[in-house]
C-alpha cells in the first residue's frame, strides 16, 4: 500500500559532498514536493514541481535544486551539503486542481540527512 | 507572510487523559485547514476543514475550525498510547501554497 517512497530513511555526509535524496510516487499525482522538518520551525517547503520539467522554489529554496524528468519521480539534490542541512526531509504528492481537497498531500516516510 | 501557530509546542499526558491541541493561523488566502498525525514515519492525513463551527469526528478525534477567530482544535478523548505523534496543522492556501505549523508533540504514558 505504499505510496510515496523515499529511497533513504537514514543518510550521513560529510560537509560539501553532493546528496541525493529520491522520490517515487505510484499515484500519478502531478503535484510533487519537498520540505524540510526541524524541531521548533516545522515543515518548510524547498521545492515543488507541478509537472515533469517543471519546478518552482518554496520559501528556503537556497543550497538545493531539484529534477523532475519523470512524473513519478522527484529528487531533492544538495549540491555541497553543509551542516545546516541536518534535517529530516519529506516528500509529498497531491493531484492538481482547484477542488477542495487538491491539496491534501501524501508525504513519504521521511530521510534523516546528517551532514558531519 | 503567511503563518501558522500551534501549541503547546508538546505536552505529556497519562492514558484516558482528554487532550487538546491548538492551531491560530494567519494567511492572506483560506481555502482550508488541514490536521495530520506524524507517528516515526509518513504524516498521515486527519481532517480537512472549511466551514467555521461544522465538527469533524473520526472515533476518539475530533476538530473544528472557527473562521471569525481564526484558529482550529484538535482534541483528543480517552488517549491511548498509540496516540502519541506529532499532530501537524496546515491551511491551504490555494495555488499549491500549503503552510504548516511547527506542530505539537504529543506523548501518552500509560
Known amino acids: 500500500d505504499v505510496k510515496v517512497t523515499q529511497s533513504s530513511r537514514y543518510l550521513v555526509k560529510r560537509t560539501g559532498e553532493k546528496v541525493f535524496l529520491e522520490c517515487v510516487q505510484d499515484m500519478d499525482h502531478e503535484n510533487m514536493f519537498w520540505y524540510r522538518q526541524d524541531p521548533g520551525l516545522g515543515l518548510r517547503l524547498i521545492y515543488f514541481?507541478?509537472?515533469?520539467?517543471?519546478?518552482e522554489k518554496g520559501d528556503i529554496p537556497e543550497g538545493y535544486s531539484v529534477s523532475r524528468e519523470k512524473k513519478e519521480r522527484f529528487s531533492l539534490i544538495l549540491e555541497s551539503a553543509s551542516t545546516n542541512q541536518t534535517s529530516m526531509y519529506l516528500c509529498a504528492s497531491t493531484t492538481p486542481g482547484r477542488a477542495l481537497g487538491a491539496n491534501v498531500l501524501t508525504f513519504g516516510a521521511g530521510s534523516r540527512l546528517t551532514v558531519l | 507572510e503567511d503563518k501558522v501557530v500551534q501549541s503547546p509546542l508538546s505536552l505529556v499526558v497519562h492514558e484516558g487523559d482528554t487532550v487538546t491541541l491548538n492551531c491560530s493561523y494567519e494567511?492572506?488566502?483560506?481555502?482550508?485547514l488541514l490536521w495530520y498525525k506524524q507517528e516515526k514515519k509518513a504524516p498521515t492525513f486527519l481532517f480537512m476543514l472549511t466551514s467555521s463551527g461544522i465538527e469533524k469526528k473520526s472515533g476518539r478525534l475530533s476538530s473544528i475550525l472557527d473562521k471569525k477567530e481564526l484558529f482550529s482544535i484538535l482534541n483528543i478523548t480517552a488517549t491511548q498510547t498509540g496516540d502519541s505523534a506529532i499532530y501537524l496543522c496546515a491551511v491551504d492556501g490555494g495555488y499549491q501554497k500549503v503552510t504548516f505549523g511547527t506542530g505539537t508533540k504529543l506523548q501518552v504514558i500509560p
Open positions: 514541481s507541478y509537472d515533469v520539467k517543471m519546478k
Open positions: 494567511v492572506t488566502n483560506f481555502r482550508s
